[in-house]
């Protein structure tokens, strides 16, 4: 690796010089990724659906209709019934604010504490890291079904009769996720440090002076995150999925809320008589993480001073 | 009625009345024929050997491979360590009760030589001995004899407190006498009319003495047989996988002729109910898969496909509601649902029959259940004999209004009903059970509209059914207003069913919710009849009995009957499996066989 | 190095008794009775199952149940299941090498899959070839095992008739057939798990590589005239290789630990299935024992990974 110069070093020079501004060049930048400008709009349209979309299409979402069950889509119901009769359309945008709300909190979580103490074990090393590393080890070997049983057994009820049963629901199902799903962001952000701290332009900031925080949070942390935006997507899906397991363990939300996995898991036994009722929910699902996805890759690709492209 | 009834059968009995006669005249007291038919096999006054078990065909033994599928896998073959139904039919394979229930709720014998009964001597005419002819010949799979020694053995070790068997309970108040080689009698402390518990089904197979005599006490988990088992049953041990597969092959000496039909079985565990009847229905990997617990309409989409059938067969079973009689929001004493309280709404018999008037049981029935889930009104359903012409059900939105309102339950803030303070909203709580939220999504819909609120509450099924003294979520505990699940009828007779409803059984910290009382109703002429029925000899009084019982606590409307669970299983169109709703699925195994 | 890995070996005995302090915890407070069946039953009196509570210990502190397994597990005593009556590490060994099979089979498929297409896409980012992988990488962590799982079922099994769909243990085939028979069962298990685990990996190696592959030392490679494949391979790939090496050494103790809802769904008897029915019917001694050999297993492959550190990048000093 002799004979390499250390371009971030000036590469962030660079970016301390106003001309543009950064936020700007970064802008400017995304906007020409086309698939990131293509799924940032594509994401916007799912959560304004399901944000505004029940109060247009205002199709009740527990209508029990015995005539009308598994029926196809049709003009009445544009994404078909389930076995109860009940308008796929209505319950997939209702359950959407959950599913999105529930995805982006708890990969948020997961990131937020994930970052954290993989940032510190890798820099501090030593002690702090064995502690954070055994505290991360434990996390990752605990057993999730009885810990979860403990937990709703424990807290469901305090933490309803404190902020409500919905919020007290949600919050607990974000912790949850979010707890049981931060150790390999950890890891990995503990791996990144552990390399980018001895590499030249590290050394260079550090023999230029910078303190140890500008030093994290302006060159090694910005560097160590290409994994990390893969994890953050990967997060999404799983915790939209993982809440419709919480569910089966009496601990989600109650099973007449129609959350996306709850409904894609509702659906699969009626799989090959009528597919309809999984594909959109499975279809929502896959449009929120392909946009979410790109999205990311376009910011990356925007932050980052050394696009080949 | 009780009268007729009995004047009835003594002219069969003596002949002046034909049975077909019989059946006709019954039906106009508003009795069902197997009821009349069922009446008159208990009172001695039928042939015994009724159809109660299908013909077997076969001439020869060598069928081939039999395969089995349980969605849930065993993990011990020690039937008298057996826990849950799984365990139970795996052990079954190899093992025999001196006899075993058949799908009417008659006896059918297995080691015995016949069923006692008064007329060949076998019952005692005050009810306080029972005495069994064992069948001669029969060898266990190791070559040893079979006899009396055995079954005198067997309920030892099953009521040795040493050995922790889960079959004790059938073995208690009883003292087992060796008469003979192969003549063995059961004495009561008291007269007993359900004489037919110890040796009989589930709890009662026989365990080889010669085998287990060592390991009768605190070492019980160390014999070798408890994983190898040695039975007299038609198929003999080849190897087991705790939570996997059994297999076994046909036992050669089998003391039935042309008995089995198949070489070889094997019974494979774990998975769902869904995919379970998919390999059966779709694709014919298996011949027969048990306890579908599946939406009817998919079951019949994958018969669609022709290649096999689905069997279903009705036992006692009932999914059913409870209107808890107590009050679960205060805490007396620290205990919740105390029965000092009284629900503030459930107290008022007009909220209850409102609540009765608001299950939709036909939909439930057809669009949820289907076969595997007949409407009933009635909590004890079976056998025939014990079931109650006298409930009616209703589903009327508008009757059920009209009731509140009479009762002066009116419309408050956001439509819902109040009295006195009290609203009508309501916590509803069941196990994690794709069916049952749906029915309590059906249930919430109509007491909407009948301005009663509803908030449901899920338990996973581990929690919700646990004895765990320190958790609230349990069903025995009751800590809420309403709650469904279905409670299984083990044996042919209700006596052990019908105890559910008797003030000593009221579930309550002090029996650390152990009671089987759960509703917490108490009312003295229940109670009354229920303990005249336990000596009661006489079958038609007992049966007039535990129908007055069903009508009492139905009639109250604390239970709200919603539908039956029959047994579901699948099987391949050639196989005739011989299945009984009283016993294990494989209870008669040996007489299994493949058309064709 | 030696006295590193020393220490580091000697560091993990605390760590595992803490964490075994912590799952004995867990579960001992987690809800649930393992007799619950016989709560339901009406035919077993209450005392039965008193009696059985007491046999197996359950009415003992907490504290003192710990050191009683604690101190058998030093003997190689693992315990008891309380569901199946029989020795715990018989029934670990009976669900081993099904679990290995399967489980490591679609370990190697998604490293076998992940691997190339990672690094290829990231060479050529935003190429049809990278476009294509990257979609399908996406359908692949947004559906779930259960669903997928279930297409393969209804597609392979039900409408083509290809493969069986109910995993046996015990083949009645023998020779070659046997092999043949063992593939058709295990490839939609091991495509499920290795698809689901690969699509995932594909991401992280991208990222990886492509944040590798924009280093000036990459360029400076190029510009020096070294052909292309060496530069990936010698410069790019163990430079990419920490990410990689950290997400792998996270999913090793998998293979052991079992994956329970792609074992449901083709009724694998791996430890998996074992580990949730164990939960499900609150079989302690089991729990226990899975759970604590999985972070042995979890805290051994995090050593091997700070190891690997090392060798990939030299300059990662040990301390």
Same mark, same amino acid.
């Given at each position: 690796?002799?004979?390499?110069?250390?371009?971030?070093?000036?590469?962030?020079?660079?970016?301390?010089?106003?001309?543009?501004?950064?936020?700007?060049?970064?802008?400017?930048?995304?906007?020409?990724?086309?698939?990131?400008?293509?799924?940032?709009?594509?994401?916007?349209?799912?959560?304004?659906?399901?944000?505004?979309?029940?109060?247009?299409?205002?199709?009740?979402?527990?209508?029990?209709?015995?005539?009308?069950?598994?029926?196809?889509?049709?003009?009445?119901?544009?994404?078909?019934?389930?076995?109860?009769?009940?308008?796929?359309?209505?319950?997939?945008?209702?359950?959407?604010?959950?599913?999105?709300?529930?995805?982006?909190?708890?990969?948020?979580?997961?990131?937020?504490?994930?970052?954290?103490?993989?940032?510190?074990?890798?820099?501090?090393?030593?002690?702090?890291?064995?502690?954070?590393?055994?505290?991360?080890?434990?996390?990752?070997?605990?057993?999730?079904?009885?810990?979860?049983?403990?937990?709703?057994?424990?807290?469901?009820?305090?933490?309803? *009769?404190?902020?409500?049963?919905?919020?007290?629901?949600?919050?607990?199902?974000?912790?949850?996720? *979010? *707890?049981?799903?931060?150790?390999?962001?950890?890891?990995?952000?503990?791996?990144?440090?552990?390399?980018?701290?001895?590499?030249?332009?590290?050394?260079?900031?550090?023999?230029?002076?910078?303190?140890?925080?500008?030093?994290?949070?302006?060159?090694?942390?910005?560097?160590?995150?290409?994994?990390?935006?893969?994890?953050?997507?990967?997060?999404?899906?799983?915790?939209?999925?993982?809440?419709?397991?919480?569910?089966?363990?009496?601990?989600?939300?109650?099973?007449?809320?129609?959350?996306?996995?709850?409904?894609?898991?509702?659906?699969?036994?009626?799989?090959?008589?009528?597919?309809?009722?999984?594909?959109?929910?499975?279809?929502?699902?896959?449009?929120?993480?392909?946009?979410?996805?790109?999205? *990311?890759?376009?910011?990356?690709?925007?932050?980052?001073?050394?696009?080949?492209? | 009625?009780?009268?007729?009834?009995?004047?009835?059968?003594?002219?069969?009995?003596?002949?002046?009345?034909?049975?077909?006669?019989?059946?006709?005249?019954?039906?106009?007291?508003?009795?069902?024929?197997?009821?009349?038919?069922?009446?008159?096999?208990?009172?001695?006054?039928?042939?015994?050997?009724?159809?109660?078990?299908?013909?077997?065909?076969?001439?020869?033994?060598?069928?081939?491979?039999l395969?089995i599928l349980y969605w849930q896998a065993s993990t011990l073959l020690n039937p008298?360590f057996a826990v849950g139904t799984t365990n139970q039919d795996s052990s079954r394979v190899f093992y025999e009760p001196?006899?075993g229930w058949?799908?009417?709720?008659?006896?059918?014998?297995?080691?015995?030589?016949?069923?006692?009964?008064?007329?060949?001597?076998?019952?005692?005419?005050?009810?306080?001995?029972?005495?069994?002819?064992?069948?001669?010949?029969?060898?266990?799979?190791?070559?040893?004899?079979?006899?009396?020694?055995?079954?005198?053995?067997?309920?030892?070790?099953?009521?040795?407190?040493?050995?922790?068997?889960t079959?004790?309970?059938?073995?208690?108040?009883?003292?087992?006498?060796?008469?003979?080689?192969?003549?063995?009698?059961?004495?009561?402390?008291?007269?007993?009319?359900?004489?037919?518990?110890?040796?009989?089904a589930t709890a009662?197979v026989?365990?080889?003495?010669?085998?287990?005599?060592?390991?009768?006490?605190?070492?019980?988990?160390?014999?070798?047989?408890?994983?190898?088992p040695?039975g007299?049953g038609a198929y003999?041990?080849?190897?087991f996988?705790?939570?996997?597969t059994l297999?076994a092959?046909?036992?050669?000496?089998?003391?039935?002729?042309?008995?089995?039909?198949?070489?070889?079985v094997e019974i494979k565990g774990?998975?769902?109910?869904?995919?379970a009847?998919?390999?059966?229905?779709?694709?014919?990997?298996?011949?027969y898969a048990w306890n579908?617990?599946?939406?009817?309409?998919?079951?019949?989409?994958?018969?669609?496909?022709?290649?096999?059938?689905?069997?279903?067969v009705?036992?006692?079973?009932?999914?059913?509601?409870?209107?808890?009689?107590?009050?679960?929001?205060?805490?007396?004493?620290?205990?919740?649902?105390?029965?000092?309280?009284?629900?503030?709404?459930?107290?008022?018999?007009?909220?209850?029959?409102?609540?009765?008037?608001?299950?939709?049981?036909?939909?439930?029935?057809?669009?949820?259940?289907?076969?595997?889930?007949?409407?009933?009104?009635?909590?004890?359903?079976?056998?025939?004999?014990?079931?109650?012409?006298?409930?009616?059900?209703?589903?009327?939105?508008?009757?059920?209004?009209?009731?509140?309102?009479?009762?002066?339950?009116?419309?408050?803030?956001?439509?819902?009903?109040?009295?006195?303070?009290?609203?009508?909203?309501?916590?509803?709580?069941?196990?994690?059970?794709?069916?049952?939220?749906?029915?309590?999504?059906?249930?919430?819909?109509?007491?909407?509209?009948?301005?009663?609120?509803?908030?449901?509450?899920?338990?996973?099924?581990?929690?919700?059914?646990?004895?765990?003294?320190?958790?609230?979520?349990?069903?025995?505990?009751?800590?809420?207003?309403?709650?469904?699940?279905?409670?299984?009828?083990t044996?042919?007779?209700?006596?052990?069913?019908?105890?559910?409803?008797?003030?000593?059984?009221?579930?309550?910290?002090?029996?650390?919710?152990?009671?089987?009382?759960?509703?917490?109703?108490?009312?003295?002429?229940?109670?009354?009849?229920?303990?005249?029925?336990?000596?009661?000899?006489?079958?038609?009084?007992?049966?007039?009995?535990?129908?007055?019982?069903?009508?009492?606590?139905?009639?109250?409307?604390?239970?709200?009957?919603?539908?039956?669970?029959?047994l579901?299983s699948?099987?391949?169109?050639?196989?005739?499996p011989v299945l009984s709703a009283w016993d294990s699925t494989v209870w008669l195994l040996?007489?299994w066989?493949?058309?064709? | 190095?030696?006295?590193?890995?020393?220490?580091?070996?000697?560091?993990?005995?605390?760590?595992?008794?803490?964490?075994?302090?912590?799952?004995?915890?867990?579960?001992?407070?987690?809800?649930?009775?393992?007799?619950?069946e016989?709560?339901?039953?009406?035919?077993?009196?209450?005392?039965?199952?008193?009696?059985?509570?007491?046999?197996?210990?359950?009415?003992?502190?907490?504290?003192?149940?710990?050191?009683?397994?604690?101190?058998?597990?030093?003997?190689?005593?693992?315990?008891?299941?309380?569901?199946?009556?029989?020795?715990?590490?018989?029934?670990?060994?009976?669900?081993?090498?099904?679990?290995?099979?399967?489980?490591?089979?679609?370990?190697?498929?998604?490293?076998?899959?992940?691997?190339?297409?990672?690094?290829?896409?990231?060479?050529?980012?935003?190429?049809?070839?990278?476009?294509?992988?990257?979609?399908?990488?996406?359908?692949?962590?947004?559906?779930?095992?259960?669903?997928?799982?279930?297409?393969?079922?209804?597609?392979?099994?039900?409408?083509?008739?290809?493969?069986?769909?109910?995993?046996?243990?015990?083949?009645?085939?023998?020779?070659?057939?046997?092999?043949?028979?063992?593939?058709?069962?295990?490839?939609?298990?091991?495509?499920?798990?290795?698809?689901?685990?690969?699509?995932?990996?594909?991401?992280?190696?991208?990222?990886?590589?492509?944040?590798?592959?924009?280093?000036?030392?990459?360029?400076?490679?190029?510009?020096?005239?070294?052909?292309?494949?060496?530069?990936?391979?010698?410069?790019?790939?163990?430079?990419?290789?920490?990410?990689?090496?950290?997400?792998?050494?996270?999913?090793?103790?998998?293979?052991?630990?079992?994956?329970?809802?792609?074992?449901?769904?083709?009724?694998?008897?791996?430890?998996?299935?074992?580990?949730?029915?164990?939960?499900?019917?609150?079989?302690?001694?089991?729990?226990?024992?899975?759970?604590?050999?999985?972070?042995?297993?979890?805290?051994?492959?995090?050593?091997?990974?700070?190891?690997?550190?090392?060798?990939?990048?030299?300059?990662?000093?040990?301390?």
């Amino acid at each position: 690796m002799a004979g390499s110069t250390p371009a971030s070093a000036t590469a962030s020079a660079a970016a301390e010089r106003p001309q543009p501004g950064p936020w700007g060049e970064a802008w400017r930048r995304f906007r020409k990724h086309r698939l990131a400008m293509a799924s940032l709009c594509v994401l916007g349209v799912l959560v304004l659906a399901v944000l505004i979309g029940p109060f247009i299409w205002t199709a009740p979402i527990d209508e029990i209709d015995f005539s009308k069950r598994l029926q196809g889509p049709s003009w009445e119901h544009p994404l078909g019934t389930d076995d109860l009769g009940q308008d796929l359309l209505a319950r997939i945008l209702y359950g959407g604010r959950i599913s999105l709300a529930v995805g982006f909190a708890a990969m948020s979580v997961a990131i937020l504490v994930g970052v954290i103490v993989g940032a510190i074990a890798g820099m501090a090393g030593g002690r702090v890291d064995a502690a954070l590393m055994w505290l991360t080890d434990l996390f990752l070997s605990l057993p999730e079904l009885p810990l979860l049983l403990l937990i709703i057994y424990l807290f469901r009820d305090s933490l309803v *009769g404190v902020v409500g049963p919905e919020m007290g629901v949600f919050i607990l199902i974000v912790l949850i996720i *979010g *707890g049981f799903r931060w150790m390999p962001v950890a890891r990995l952000v503990r791996a990144q440090f552990f390399s980018l701290r001895e590499k030249e332009f590290v050394e260079a900031a550090r023999a230029l002076g910078a303190t140890r925080t500008r030093m994290v949070m302006v060159h090694i942390l910005p560097n160590s995150l290409g994994p990390v935006l893969v994890a953050a997507t990967i997060d999404i899906a799983a915790a939209i999925i993982a809440e419709s397991t919480l569910s089966f363990l009496g601990l989600g939300f109650p099973p007449d809320i129609p959350t996306w996995g709850r409904l894609l898991f509702d659906a699969k036994d009626n799989l090959d008589f009528a597919p309809h009722w999984a594909i959109f929910p499975g279809l929502a699902i896959f449009l929120t993480v392909l946009s979410i996805n790109f999205v *990311g890759d376009g910011l990356r690709d925007a932050f980052d001073p050394r696009r080949v492209k | 009625m009780e009268e007729t009834l009995r004047d009835l059968i003594g002219r069969v009995k003596r002949g002046s009345l034909s049975r077909r006669g019989f059946v006709k005249r019954v039906a106009a007291l508003g009795l069902t024929a197997p009821m009349a038919t069922q009446l008159l096999a208990v009172t001695g006054a039928a042939p015994a050997a009724a159809q109660s078990v299908p013909a077997y065909a076969p001439t020869r033994r060598g069928g081939g491979a039999l395969r089995i599928l349980y969605w849930q896998a065993s993990t011990l073959l020690n039937p008298h360590f057996a826990v849950g139904t799984t365990n139970q039919d795996s052990s079954r394979v190899f093992y025999e009760p001196l006899a075993g229930w058949a799908t009417d709720g008659t006896l059918h014998p297995v080691l015995a030589a016949e069923i006692p009964s008064v007329e060949n001597g076998g019952l005692s005419p005050d009810g306080r001995s029972v005495t069994w002819k064992l069948k001669r010949g029969v060898k266990w799979h190791d070559g040893q004899d079979f006899s009396a020694d055995d079954v005198v053995f067997t309920a030892a070790y099953s009521r040795n407190p040493q050995v922790g068997a889960t079959t004790s309970g059938s073995y208690q108040g009883l003292n087992v006498v060796k008469v003979d080689d192969y003549t063995v009698r059961v004495e009561f402390e008291r007269p007993t009319p359900f004489w037919a518990d110890a040796f009989v089904a589930t709890a009662g197979v026989i365990i080889p003495r010669h085998l287990f005599a060592n390991f009768n006490g605190p070492n019980s988990r160390d014999a070798p047989t408890n994983l190898r088992p040695v039975g007299t049953g038609a198929y003999r041990f080849v190897s087991f996988a705790p939570g996997d597969t059994l297999r076994a092959e046909a036992n050669p000496n089998y003391h039935k002729p042309n008995r089995p039909f198949f070489d070889t079985v094997e019974i494979k565990g774990g998975g769902d109910a869904v995919s379970a009847a998919r390999a059966v229905l779709q694709t014919a990997d298996f011949d027969y898969a048990w306890n579908l617990q599946v939406e009817d309409e998919i079951l019949q989409r994958l018969e669609a496909a022709g290649r096999g059938k689905v069997n279903i067969v009705e036992g006692g079973n009932i999914e059913f509601i409870q209107l808890n009689a107590t009050d679960p929001n205060v805490e007396v004493n620290g205990e919740r649902s105390s029965i000092t309280t009284q629900h503030p709404a459930f107290r008022d018999p007009a909220v209850r029959q409102a609540m009765a008037l608001l299950v939709d049981r036909e939909s439930i029935s057809r669009f949820i259940y289907g076969r595997g889930g007949p409407a009933t009104p009635n909590f004890l359903n079976n056998p025939p004999r014990f079931r109650s012409p006298n409930m009616r059900m209703e589903f009327n939105v508008a009757r059920a209004n009209e009731i509140l309102d009479r009762a002066g339950w009116a419309r408050g803030q956001g439509g819902i009903r109040q009295k006195d303070g009290v609203r009508l909203r309501f916590v509803f709580q069941t196990s994690v059970n794709a069916p049952r939220q749906r029915t309590q999504q059906i249930i919430r819909q109509a007491a909407q509209r009948a301005g009663i609120e509803i908030e449901l509450k899920t338990v996973t099924a581990s929690v919700f059914f646990s004895s765990d003294v320190a958790n609230p979520d349990t069903f025995t505990k009751f800590y809420a207003d309403m709650q469904m699940y279905t409670t299984t009828m083990t044996q042919a007779d209700p006596q052990r069913f019908m105890n559910q409803y008797v003030s000593w059984e009221i579930s309550s910290r002090a029996n650390s919710w152990q009671g089987r009382n759960i509703v917490r109703w108490r009312n003295e002429e229940y109670d009354r009849i229920f303990r005249e029925a336990e000596g009661e000899l006489d079958p038609v009084k007992r049966a007039a009995l535990f129908i007055r019982m069903n009508d009492l606590i139905v009639g109250s409307n604390h239970i709200i009957p919603i539908v039956q669970r029959p047994l579901v299983s699948a099987s391949l169109n050639n196989l005739r499996p011989v299945l009984s709703a009283w016993d294990s699925t494989v209870w008669l195994l040996s007489d299994w066989w493949r058309e064709g | 190095m030696t006295s590193y890995l020393i220490r580091r070996l000697l560091l993990m005995i605390p760590s595992i008794l803490g964490i075994s302090v912590v799952l004995f915890t867990v579960l001992a407070m987690a809800p649930g009775d393992p007799f619950e069946e016989l709560a339901t039953n009406p035919a077993v009196p209450p005392e039965v199952r008193a009696n059985l509570r007491a046999s197996l210990g359950l009415d003992d502190p907490i504290h003192i149940r710990y050191v009683n397994w604690l101190f058998a597990m030093l003997k190689g005593d693992w315990g008891f299941s309380f569901v199946s009556r029989i020795p715990v590490d018989d029934l670990i060994l009976q669900r081993l090498p099904v679990t290995i099979a399967v489980i490591g089979a679609s370990q190697v498929l998604a490293l076998l899959v992940a691997l190339p297409v990672g690094i290829y896409a990231a060479t050529r980012p935003y190429s049809i070839f990278d476009q294509i992988a990257n979609t399908l990488a996406f359908v692949g962590f947004s559906l779930p095992t259960f669903f997928t799982g279930l297409l393969l079922i209804l597609l392979f099994s039900i409408h083509l008739d290809w493969f069986p769909f109910v995993y046996r243990t015990q083949l009645d085939s023998t020779g070659w057939q046997w092999w043949w028979d063992q593939f058709r069962q295990s490839i939609m298990p091991v495509t499920v798990l290795g698809l689901f685990q690969g699509a995932a990996l594909v991401r992280f190696v991208r990222s990886a590589v492509l944040d590798v592959i924009r280093l000036d030392h990459v360029t400076t490679a190029r510009a020096k005239g070294i052909p292309e494949r060496a530069v990936i391979t010698r410069h790019v790939v163990r430079n990419a290789m920490i990410p990689v090496v950290t997400l792998v050494a996270l999913q090793m103790p998998i293979i052991f630990g079992g994956a329970i809802v792609t074992e449901q769904i083709f009724r694998v008897p791996g430890i998996g299935s074992l580990l949730i029915s164990a939960v499900l019917s609150n079989d302690t001694p089991v729990i226990m024992a899975v759970t604590f050999v999985f972070a042995c297993l979890v805290i051994l492959f995090n050593l091997i990974a700070d190891l690997l550190y090392g060798w990939l990048d030299p300059r990662i000093s040990y301390r």
